[in-house]
């Protein structure tokens, strides 16, 4: 199996167990049309009347010594830090530094892989979430995650991708709570008022930021604590990355969030905490340097971390 084959069906695989379970600095983008303009301020505003409703319901993630492997391999070694509660902390570096890997043993998604193990600690509000008798699944109910590609459930309408997460968890409602779920996760995710009227069409009969965006309601309709953010935007176009961005701004308020990005421009921007990774001569990730993202890219306490930054390498 090729290695873009093996890829491939990990991410399936990833997927697959998954569904069981900006602040505001940025400007329109300069080729929206008026009524593009106002309708983007009805959804910020609807966006920030759901977040304070739950405003400051984040916790701390703690990770103490994270190991993880491929079988044999060595991914990532001794990793350790504190993804703080109601603030973005980016994850940064070159391709094949542990990253995802790292994301993934947050939620333990990375255990679902044939092969797989974790050692070390994830701690949520103190309790270790690869503790003796921790349900695997009710962990990815508290931390959601959202995958570099679109994912929505192709043969199910955009109402019902929603509350995929409620259905499979058990979590029975009536119909009328259900539709407040809906309605309250999509404002979440600013995607109810270009929703609203095709909420029984097929969620991949939206575009890709629509789609991502449906996503990020389907995790959050589910109240997680932490939302985990595989490269959002790889896929998208700049205007739909631009709507994400703006989103995650708004999202902290409410949840803790994690984002793996490649775009030093985009952690610059919504992050308030930055890692740096970087695999060595052993073939395993490490962490390089964590701190506050000014601090990280301005006076990096590292050469490699300034040297990846300044794009001498990665």
Not at 96 to 105: A, D, N, P, V
Request: neutral net charge.
């Amino acid at each position: 199996m090729s290695t873009s084959e093996r890829r491939g069906r990990e991410t399936a695989t990833i997927e697959t167990a998954q569904t069981g379970i900006a602040d505001g600095r940025g400007m329109a983008p300069a080729s929206a049309s008026p009524a593009e303009m106002a309708q983007a301020a009805q959804e910020k505003a609807q966006v920030r009347e759901v977040i304070e409703q739950k405003a400051g319901g984040g916790v701390s993630l703690v990770a103490e010594g994270v190991n993880a492997w491929y079988g044999s391999t060595h991914a990532i070694k001794d990793v350790s830090m504190t993804f703080r509660a109601n603030e973005v902390t980016a994850l940064i570096g070159p391709s094949g530094c542990g990253k995802s890997t790292f994301l993934r043993c947050l939620n333990r998604m990375h255990e679902v892989l044939a092969g797989a193990r974790v050692e070390g600690k994830i701690l949520i509000d103190g309790q270790d979430i690869y503790g003796k008798g921790v349900d695997s699944v009710r962990v990815r109910r508290h931390i959601g995650m959202v995958f570099q590609k679109p994912n929505p459930f192709p043969m199910m309408s955009i109402y019902d991708n929603v509350i995929a997460g409620l259905k499979l968890n058990g979590i029975r409602k009536r119909k009328s709570e259900m539709d407040e779920t809906v309605e309250h996760s999509l404002r979440g995710a600013a995607l109810w008022n270009e929703v609203k009227d095709k909420l029984k069409e097929s969620g991949a009969s939206l575009s890709g930021g629509q789609q991502q965006r449906l996503c990020i309601a389907r995790t959050i309709a589910v109240e997680p604590e932490v939302v985990l953010m595989d490269e959002p935007c790889s896929a998208l176009d700049p205007i739909s990355t631009y709507k994400i961005e703006e989103l995650i701004g708004e999202l902290k308020q409410k949840y803790t969030i994690a984002i793996v990005t490649h775009n030093m421009q985009q952690a610059s921007r919504v992050a308030d905490w930055t890692s740096f990774m970087l695999a060595g001569d052993a073939g395993y990730g490490q962490l390089v340097e964590y701190g506050r993202t000014e601090q990280i890219f301005t006076q990096p306490q590292d050469k490699r971390t300034e040297d990846y930054i300044t794009g001498r390498f990665g």
